[in-house]
């Protein structure tokens, strides 16, 4: 077999399944078509090359090892695509096309999440919440018969299950993580108790007695509007960017989808169609807080791809630690947890910092919080084949961790595939530290320092070829430590 062609074609099969992908959740087309390019790319996806690239991988060293261990990957996790990718048009199809009737109306489906967060009265949000719950349901019957698939897989690949394949895959184990986040879980749980019933005390509940739609209101936060109007969300982005030394106006190589779509997917992300020549920052400004962190955390993968090395190999541009890239995009979401940012970019006064900076840790904790519950959920659901009983179990974990009341029938909603929550916690974690490495190597204000830019444009040119705790050791630390992020949120939070 010839590696070469494997990796040629590889990189064009990336490419035009992400633009499939993105014409899907751009609200361009209903219709999610990507097996025929999985049909015009099948030879890359046989067992026969799975095995060749595996016993490569093994027997290599070195530089050849990194790159092959991540073009192994990338070809057996394709190879699983294409034996499941019926599954995944049924549901990205559905999903586009779903609709709830509202006020006599029909909403898309994927709206309604906006539509929730936005909704003073609790019992129109329920009731809202409720009306998707036969959509879910369809769901759940595509996503269950997928996570079976998922399951027979890896065992079928020679793993013991789906978590031995992940960590094989990914390089990485995912108990240190989980480890790692049941003690941030039992160091924050106090002051997550007692901060969460005081943002909720103003409605009248605690937070036993919240639902998810009570905190996806409570974190949209109306009272702080003022300060992110939704005109406003690109340009505090791009001075944001500017403050470093990079102009967004003049990247030819960065795309703005801002939009209005009524069939757009609700949530922000990034498209690398072509890292680093074309690289698509998608979103549907709304305002709200959560508009301009969303902005931001984008607007950090966006500049990480738009920097690679363009001499990379295929592996180091596209592949690799997707953590690094999380890392980038939460060091840029988080900056509204910074007093001095608030007061240089929105005018805040000292007191509304104040309330906003408690409030912004709080939902930081919060989310910490669920992706700890949900890494020791997904432990528990992939292993072993049989899912029978999961939805109760995920309704357990995720109440044991929130406290708030959960849906059992959002129990493979909420799950991403290959351990993607262990590579968000890796990030989040990772983002304190470099966040601090920033602000030794320059200033306070390392948001305002051409230093600071130039040093994570040395680090976004590496694409993702090294770790998150190779990068952690580069910049001086022994791995990554959550110990510092429950420390910094603690240290917000107690009073």
Partial sequence: ??????????????????EEYYQNLGGFKDELNISSIYDKYAHLFTRDVVDFLRKLRDGAEGEEKRQNSML??????????????????????????????????DVPYR???????????????????DLTDPIVERHNEILKERMLKLHDLAEELGYGNYIEMIEDLKGFKIRPVKDMMESFLRETEKVYVDTMNEALEKWGITVHEAERHDVSYMFRAKEFDRYFPKDGVVDNWKATMRGIGIDPDSQKNVILDTEERPKKYPRAFTMPLDVPDKVILFITPHGGQDDYQAMLHEGGHTEHFAHVDRAHPFEYK?????????????????????GLWLKKFL?????????????????????????????????????????????AKYKEIMEKGLKIRHKANRYLLDVDDGFYVAQYLRAWIFEVQLRKHLMEKTQREWFLSRDAGSILKELWSYGQKYSVEELARMIGYDGIDAGPMAEEVKGALEK
Avoid: C, W
Wanted: no cysteine; proline share 1%.
């Fill in 1 to 18: 077999m010839d590696i070469e062609k494997i990796r040629k074609d590889a990189e064009a099969f990336t490419k035009e399944i992400e």
């Fill in 72 to 105: 192994y990957a990338f070809i057996a996790g394709e190879y699983i695509g294409n034996l499941t990718k019926e599954l995944d048009e049924r549901y990205m199809t559905e999903d586009a096309k779903a609709t709830v009737k509202i006020d006599g109306k």
């Fill in 111 to 129: 709206q309604v999440s906006i539509m929730i967060s936005n909704e003073d009265s609790r019992e129109k949000r329920s009731m809202m919440d």
């Fill in 318 to 338: 596209y592949l690799g630690d997707v953590s690094v890239s999380e890392s980038y995009a939460f060091l840029f979401n988080y900056l509204p947890t910074d």
């Fill in 347 to 391: 005018k805040m006064d000292d007191e509304t910092v104040e309330r906003y900076l408690r409030f912004a840790f709080l939902n930081k904790l919060f989310f910490l919080r669920r992706y700890a519950s949900k890494i020791i959920y997904e432990m528990e659901l992939h292993s072993k084949r049989d899912i029978e009983g999961m939805d």
